[in-house]
């Protein structure tokens, strides 16, 4: 997969907890994104950060998400309080530019399981 | 919204015969089709995309066809083989926009 770490691979989370997902992008690749996929689902939109600073955040959920691409370091995307329905396999890709007209390299996901 | 619809969940083809997944969508903004290759436990691999100026794009035993007026694309393989045995996404993007909107994917099984 181009190189795009994330961990853990697996995460446990009891209701209420906090749940903190990392994601090393390709070497060189300074935008990043961030994808959840529900069960039977496709990947669905979150957040497009570059260095620093967040792109666009419209498929965020408004309350207990956020994410943040520090200057050095990984990505992080951070859920607060978590509940049961944020069970799900999430992804983070990386990309040289601007998507659409730039391939994304996806990371192998992290599946969260909240109790 | 589902602005993007794989309408079949699975396909099972015979190993040398042709693959056929289908993908939908709606909104007329888009102009940039990718699809995407999953395998269990990894994430997304790219796999071949076209251009809304285009109507076919080949590269190897992969061709992508994009049908502007019906808002449908489709993915042929062949011959299939055994090791694109996948899920496949189709996703979608328009200019200026940031994200890419994904199908719910299709379980393609390549029988020897």
């Known amino acids: 997969n181009a190189g795009v770490m994330q961990n853990p691979r697996h995460l446990v989370r009891r209701r209420g907890q906090e749940a903190r997902l990392r994601c090393s992008p390709v070497k060189g690749h300074s935008h990043v994104y961030w994808y959840r996929q529900l069960p039977e689902e496709g990947l669905k939109f979150m957040v497009y950060l570059q260095k620093e600073n967040i792109i666009d955040e419209s498929g965020m959920p408004k309350e207990r998400f956020s994410a943040e691409f520090p200057k050095e370091g990984p990505s992080i995307l951070r859920i607060q309080q978590v509940v049961r329905g944020d069970s799900a396999a999430y992804f983070c890709?990386?990309?040289?530019?601007?998507?659409?007209?730039?391939?994304?390299?996806f990371g192998p996901g992290t599946r969260l399981t909240v109790l | 919204d589902q602005q993007v619809k794989q309408n079949s969940p699975s396909l099972s083809v015979q190993e040398g015969r042709i693959s056929i997944l289908n993908c939908d969508y709606t909104n007329s903004m888009f102009d940039y089709f990718l699809w995407y290759k999953k395998y269990p436990a990894e994430g997304p691999t790219f796999l071949i995309s076209?251009?809304?100026?285009?109507d076919k794009n080949e590269d190897g035993r992969f061709t992508v066809f994009l049908n502007k007026s019906a808002k449908h694309l489709s993915l042929h393989i062949v011959p299939s083989q055994p090791g694109d045995s996948a899920v496949y996404f189709c996703?979608?993007?328009?200019?200026?926009?940031?994200?890419?909107?994904f199908g719910a994917g299709t379980r393609l099984t390549v029988k020897p």
């Open positions: 076209i251009s809304s100026i285009k």
């Open positions: 996703a979608a993007s328009a200019l200026g926009n940031n994200d890419m909107r």
């Open positions: 890709a990386s990309s040289p530019g601007q998507t659409g007209r730039d391939t994304q390299y």
